[in-house]
């Protein structure tokens, strides 16, 4: 994948030529060592999945299922299936 990699003053200098430059490849804003910022263009959908994703409630809410599966308390897709009349 493509990437454009810029400094922060770059950024600073040039803010609004970045902005469209990520609608069409991201923008990798460098300080120091590694990458401190990275611009992409989102739709609303990925904005709104990535809010959710990233949300603690939410990722607590998959750890928790996650050890209920491996201590083998999940529910089976047939049942599940069965559930939703399908």
Known sequence: MKLNEITPQ???RET????KQAKRVPVVVRSGKGPALVIHAMSNDDIVD???TAH??????IRRARRNRAAG????LSEIRKSFGL
């Open 73 to 76: 308390k999940g529910i089976p």
């Open 56 to 61: 603690p409630r939410f990722r607590a809410s």
């Open 50 to 52: 990535a809010l959710i």
């Open 10 to 12: 770059q950024l600073s």
């Open 16 to 19: 609004g030529k970045f902005l």
